[in-house]
């Protein structure tokens, strides 16, 4: 959908807290990527990513009219979902934390060389691109919760570190700071390992066949190659005035953002024609 003005989106908030159907499934679909690709950077994988959207989605939507307009709607947003996927259990690595030093060994000393091929005539650059989203996406995952959070909103998202202070219970300087070092941190991993952002050994082309032993990539199953590319990052709402802090912009650029899935669509659509949003019509 086309981009609308703060104006056009405060009368259809009205209108949605009023019981318009149609309404509401307009402001949803304005933020449904938003929430969809801070759910990817924050879970790790596709799946769980669809799943915590739908559940963030489904708050907003029940909360709509406990929205105040003391903050733009993407801000509002951003706190609900944000406090909803620090504390998420329910996904793949919730009980299988990853740490940057076993995500090192595994690139120093995994046995590649000894993997037959499994790409099961699925072409090999399009494995490693996958791999390479998926591996870096993955990465984040070795942050603690609240550090990965603010990495998501200050390199993906880039939010000005006085409203992510506010999102995140931070003051604009502590927020920075912290910015600041997990950046520099997650540059210094690409950097020693990566050879596809960085110096080190770890070639995902080279990858690819060890990458679906173990499960990492399905060559059936290619979320991110199939997935469609915003450019521009055109599902952000909020004021991209993230401070230059660090000169590390380079260094992330595989922050790719990425359409939401039809099944999170369809999730909204759903919703409004059944009998849960009658309830919440009339409440």
Known sequence: MNKMTDEELSILIDEAVMGDAKA????????????FNLSLRMLGTFPDA???TQDILL????HLSSFRKES??????????????????????????????FYGNDIENAKIEEIPDLT??????????????????VMLQCLDAESRCIFIL???????????????????????????RVRKKMA?????????????KCRCSERVDYAIQSHRINPGHLDYVNADVL????????????????GLAQSFSFCKTYASPEKIIQFIKDFLNSASFSVVKNM
């Open 231 to 246: 450019e521009g990052k055109t599902m952000i709402g909020v004021k991209e005035a993230m401070e230059e802090i660090d």
């Open 154 to 180: 200050g390199t993906m998202f880039r939010v000005d570190s006085r409203l992510a202070g506010e999102i995140l219970g931070l003051t604009p300087e502590a927020y920075r700071q912290r910015l600041s």
């Open 50 to 52: 669809e799943d915590a």
């Open 188 to 200: 210094e991993f690409l950097g020693r390992y990566c050879g596809e952002y960085g110096c080190g």
């Open 59 to 62: 708050k907003v939507m029940t």
């Open 72 to 101: 733009s709607f993407s801000t509002w947003v951003f706190r609900i979902a944000v406090n909803h996927l620090k504390d998420y259990k329910k996904h793949m690595f919730a009980d299988r934390p990853l740490s940057f030093e």
């Open 24 to 35: 509401l499934e307009s402001v949803i679909l304005s933020v449904q990527d938003l929430v």
């Open 120 to 137: 099961q005539n699925v072409e090999r650059s399009l494995l490693a691109e996958e791999l390479k989203m998926s591996c870096t996406n």
